[in-house]
């Protein structure tokens, strides 16, 4: 099946309404980098160049010369079979910044003055010049994970589960956090009666438990979350990352930044008469309701393990019927969005009742017909996905945080591949600078080592703080992420009221970045078994599978899906609504679009 074997989430999405096009700049700020390590810096973008660190054209240029290690060298054969020289891979103690106990500190500071020089000069042969899209990137292959980092799990130390939580707006999902929070005992008492007052003062008494989410002033006077609010907590089995999504669609970005970090997902679905026909249908039955397209981002995302809590079972007195009906609509619609029944686990709960939230139910309306688990049991039940621990480095940056152990920005993200331990050197992209680890939190607490799966703050030195962004890339030196302003995508069209021309303006989304582009080009339409079109349409519409090219007015960072699924997953809105989802099937140079 063409896109669904290769994105595991495309073929058979559906729905969400399109309108008008965005009216963006036609003009593009940065030539693409492709296949090359090469990272300019955009026109609009101006970074201050303190850092003594910092990748600069002149280093970037140098692959031709002499090296100052005397390292030897080998010939790479690129895509115009032009063998160009490279020195031999960088070696592992580039990657950790190793100093001698014993030694002076005078010494030392030599010693880690050479090691920069050196990681510097290293990367400098990795790419030949700015503009030459034509050098091959270092192979996979060639990376040797150090000890380390393969470590077996340590003893004791609970595997880390980054559970999503989404769904329409006022279905309870914050609620439902907060009183999970509270149950495990992750909210204070005194924290606890903070909240009920103020919220009781505010006539909006019911939002205790809420605004242990819902922390801003805005988001508790409006009533609605609208960044993803992160928590932690602990079951049996798991650590568990909540990622608190916001419902409302005018924050549907939000959720597509952060939730692209879980690894499975809580769709919470409000039971009530009316509430859930609004989230499947719209206002009105006019539109898509967020539960919709909530479920088609969180299977697009990668999440193929759902559990589906059907909260305020109160307002309908615990009534089975109620719950049958939600099951056989609702899950009909999560199989057209390709989760199999079997990794869909349906949770019947009341959060402000505490009803089957971490123990059995106990009103005796439930309970005469329900003897299923409850959502702790339910969590407990989830699979961990695979962890890329041996692959190179790769954290895309979610957020810039200020550490509340030390007060300095930390860049805030889960760890796609790799790992990383206080003293390791990491690029910093797209600001192209080296930097080094030197404290790494996770849920507020510092610890030594963070892999593959871990969302983890981590403090840099050597580098500005006003140089690392959400939506960049921390990287291994060796192995930086391309990036590019001109993509070719495999999509899936959603619901779309107005067709997809060439010229048509959208917002791209891909891990924590959003940028303005356009469609540059519709290569063709794919059938289902992904075999492409003899002939390129004149435009797309609804539930179509096409290749298309698209050119970002800003370059970001963005890998093939083939290389990367993290940083290979895109979508692309116009008005307010999801038109399409796919993945990133080739990076191209400016001449090639």
Known sequence: MFLLQLVESVNGISNNSGTSALSNSDSTKMPAKTSTTNFDGDSERKYASTSHDKVNSTQLASVGSSSSTGK???????DNNVPIERTTQLNADHFQLKEDQGSSRASSSAQNKGSMETLSSDISQLSIERNNVNVAQPLPEEYKPEGWMLADQESGVLSQLNLAIVGHVDSGKSTLSGRLLHLL???????????EKEAKEKGKGSFAYAWAMDESTEE??????????????????????????PGHKDFV?????????ADAAILVVDASTGSFESGMDGEGGKSVGQTKEHAQLIRSFGVEQLIVAVNKMDAIGYSKDRLEFIKVR??????????????????PLSAVENQNLIKSPSDARFTSWYQGSCLLDAIDSLQLPSRDVSKPLILPICDVIKSQSTGQLAAFGKLETGAIRNGSKVLVLPCEEVATVKTIERDSSSCSIARAGDNVAVILQGIDGSRIIPGGILCHPGFPVPVANYLELKIRVLDIAIPILIGYQVEFHIHHVKEAARVTKIVALLDKTGKPSKTAPRFLKSKQNAVVQVTLDQAVCVEEFSKCRALGRAFLRSSGSTI??????????QDQH
């Open 330 to 347: 609702l899950g009909s619609f999560l199989r057209s969005c390709n989760f199999r029944d079997s990794a869909v686990t349906w949770i």
């Open 185 to 195: 005992g992750k909210i204070s008492k005194r924290d606890m009666h903070k909240n």
């Open 72 to 78: 030897k060298k080998q010939p790479v054969i690129f």
């Open 220 to 245: 508790r006077a409006r009533g609605i979350t609208m960044t993803v609010a992160v928590a932690y907590l602990e079951t049996k089995k798991y650590r568990v990352v909540l990622l608190d999504s």
């Open 253 to 261: 970005p939000n959720l597509i930044s952060g939730a692209t970090q």
């Open 580 to 589: 399409a989802v796919g993945i990133v099937t080739k990076i191209m140079r």
